[in-house]
């Protein structure tokens, strides 16, 4: 699917690509759940294959990045001209911000983690509901969106980042070996 251009664009690619991340995550084995992230192996050189080591380290960025956007919208929304990225990070150093969110949830058990992400995804798609296809497509219409439109922040932390996590968990299957090693 194209990146969406319209609200109703973005509602469906947020939706199934939300519900195609479930369907892979109730998918997972065992084994699949328990063996750690291990990307070493892969060309992968962005920062998030060493970072990531298993399921909940995934949803968890999810979940942070829907509080990134519900934090921003509703802060300026009220008037606080703030940036999406907080202080004191900033586009060339969010990289950093992700790995603190990493830390901050090193003991979420994953079953929490699954349902932050559900609640947040609820909350980020009814907030999405709130907006018109022109306020959310259209450029110039929020000031603090900055040239952007506040869709592509919708989409990039909906649609575009579920996919990022279903390429992962798809990525990580591959290398679980798929018997015991008998001797």
């Known amino acids: 699917m194209a990146r969406p251009q319209t609200k109703s664009d973005l509602i469906t690619a947020a939706t199934e690509n939300f519900e195609q991340l479930n369907a892979l995550i109730e998918g997972l084995t065992e084994k699949e759940l328990s063996v750690p992230f291990d990307f070493s192996d892969t060309a992968k050189k962005e920062a998030h294959w060493k970072r990531d080591k ?8 999810l979940y942070e990045w829907h509080q990134l956007l519900l934090n921003w919208v509703k802060a300026n929304q009220n008037g606080e001209n703030q940036p999406f990225i907080p202080k004191p990070y900033n586009w060339k150093t969010y990289g950093i911000m992700n790995v603190e969110f990493w830390r901050k949830h090193q ?17 980020v798609m009814k907030l999405a509901e709130t907006f018109s296809n022109d306020e959310l ?20 932390n909906t649609a575009s ?23």
């Open 137 to 156: 497509f259209s450029k110039g219409v929020f000031s603090w969106t900055k040239g952007s439109t506040l869709g592509s922040y919708f989409v990039s």
């Open 161 to 183: 980042h579920y996919n990022w996590a279903v390429k992962k968990l798809k990525a990580h299957k591959k290398t679980v070996p798929k018997c015991s090693n008998f001797n």
């Open 107 to 123: 003991n979420t058990p994953h079953e929490e983690a699954k349902e932050m992400l559900e609640k947040s995804h609820c909350e």
């Open 54 to 61: 298993n399921l909940r380290d995934v949803i968890i960025h």
